[in-house]
Antibody, heavy 118, light 109 residues
Framework: QVQLVQSGSELKKPGASVKIACKAS????????VNWVRQAPGQGLEWMGW????????TYAQGFTGRFVFSLDTSVSTAYLLISSLKAEDTAVYYC???????????WGQGTLVTVSS | QTVVTQEPSLTVSPGGTVTLTCASS?????????PNWFQQKPGQAPRALIY???NKHSWTPARFSGSLLGGKAALTLSGVQPEDEAEYYC?????????FGGGTKLAVL
């Protein structure tokens, strides 16, 4: 079945970096895009941007430029989110979600909790 | 900055009907915004319900429907079930970027 499986929870210190993996299966990875979404504790969903898995071209939402980098490894059908110079306010669950040409955003990964604490 | 607005909370009785809406600060929502709707329960990832205004996924219960209503995207639940109590988010497309609404907390009482 079509699914996205994300890497496990991370506990990081301020200033460190974290790389979250989102492994796709059940479909042709390069025929779709991957959205990245953040959900801070008790808050709503926030679109961070997306990456075109065919071209590798990333698009970042306002507020997610500089410290956030989307990348791909198409050989293993995996998208990555790298967050550098972590701050306490980066503590959140991060989701990946497939984007189709029909403008359907589905399925979603199970989410990766990143906790930034000294 | 574009803002997408949803009702913060709504309450509906079991078996009733409720409509959630999704408005854009840029003006009327049209099909070109490709509205998506998601349901999220505590501790779970969002689950897609509707895409491109009114298209259902294969797992979307028949009681959920999407439409455009009065310049907004709308999600209508008819014959609400207790298990529909959840947070609902809309997502609109702005030509290369997506923006989520703030979410509607739906209580079934």
């Amino acid at each position: 079945q079509v699914q996205l499986v994300q890497s496990g929870s991370e506990l990081k210190k301020p200033g460190a970096s974290v790389k979250i993996a989102c492994k796709a299966s059940g479909y042709s990875f390069t025929n779709y895009g991957v959205n990245w979404v953040r959900q801070a504790p008790g808050q709503g969903l926030e679109w961070m941007g997306w990456i075109n898995a065919n071209t590798g071209n990333p698009t970042y939402a306002q507020g997610f430029t500089g410290r956030f980098v989307f990348s791909l490894d198409t050989s293993v059908s995996t998208a990555y989110l790298l967050i550098s110079s972590l701050k306490a306010e980066d503590t959140a669950v991060y989701y990946c979600a497939r984007v189709a040409g029909t403008y359907s955003v589905d399925p979603w990964g199970q989410g990766t909790l990143v906790t930034v604490s000294s | 900055q574009t803002v997408v607005t949803q009702e913060p909370s709504l309450t509906v009785s079991p078996g009733g009907t409720v409509t959630l809406t999704c408005a854009s600060s840029t003006g009327a929502v049209t099909s070109g915004y490709y509205p998506n709707w998601f349901q999220q329960k505590p501790g779970q990832a969002p689950r897609a319900l509707i895409y491109s205004t009114s298209n259902k996924h294969s797992w979307t219960p028949a009681r959920f429907s999407g439409s455009l209503l009065g310049g907004k995207a709308a999600l209508t639940l008819s014959g609400v079930q207790p298990e529909d109590e959840a947070e609902y988010y809309c997502l609109l497309y702005y030509g290369g970027a997506w923006v989520f609404g703030g979410g509607t907390k739906l209580a079934v009482l």
